[in-house]
């Protein structure tokens, strides 16, 4: 497999967006109905409605279409972004950095801990089983590529991954930093959104 084929196949098996099934306490419902629309000079009307720890629903409508932009102003980081980074950097270890064991064990802490809040906060319905299987089934997948790739041509690849970059940066300032950042990040019960992203 061509170096660049196989950093294509890692970059396909990304996560597009957070999948936000959330069954947070909030009554989204009700707060809809409580923020009025306001008409824009281009007819078409907006609204932003709070969900919770700095978390914004803004909405616009125009023809009877209503387009939803969550972005989290908290000021402590998007969980859903954070999640997508951290399962894709897991993935990307196993055969980038398999033998990095300490670096494993805390992201896969830290992933652990995020599922966790996803599932006590969101709006929809996410599960943890829903969770646990997207990392399942990409460590799966990129075990396969893994598995029908010369050695020289993954490490090439890894050299080349976005993932891994962000992981050396992770390292530099060490696990005691990373660990912080991640209690940081859940410090404050909030809708796990995926804007704005790093």
């Known amino acids: 497999m061509h170096p660049a084929r196989l950093v294509t196949v890692l970059a396909a098996l990304a996560i ?21 629309w306001k008409i824009e000079q281009n007819g078409s009307e907006t609204r932003s409605i709070p969900l919770g720890g700095g978390v914004i629903r803004h909405q616009d409508r125009k023809d009877g279409k209503v387009y ?22 897991r993935t990307d270890m196993e055969i980038c950095h398999k033998e990095d064991i300490e670096w494993k ?29 997207v990392l399942s089934d990409k460590m799966s997948a990129i075990n396969k590529v893994a598995a ?9 690849a890894c050299s ?5 970059r962000m992981l050396s940066h992770l390292k530099e300032n060490g696990p005691a930093e990373f660990n912080y950042s991640v209690r940081k990040l859940l410090s404050v019960p909030r809708p796990p959104v995926s804007m704005p992203c790093l």
């Open 160 to 164: 080349w991954n976005t993932s891994m």
């Open 68 to 89: 939803n932009l969550d972005m989290d102003e908290s000021g402590l980081g998007a969980v859903g972004c954070v999640w997508e980074l951290y399962v894709q950097i």
């Open 105 to 133: 064990t805390l992201m896969s802490n830290a992933i652990n801990d995020i599922n966790s809040f996803i599932v006590d906060n969101s709006i929809d319905d996410t599960t943890r089983n829903y969770l646990d299987a």
């Open 16 to 36: 597009g967006g957070c999948s936000q099934n959330e069954h947070h306490r909030v009554d989204y419902q009700a707060l809809a109905a409580e923020t009025p």
């Open 148 to 156: 029908s790739a010369p050695k020289e041509f993954i490490e090439k």
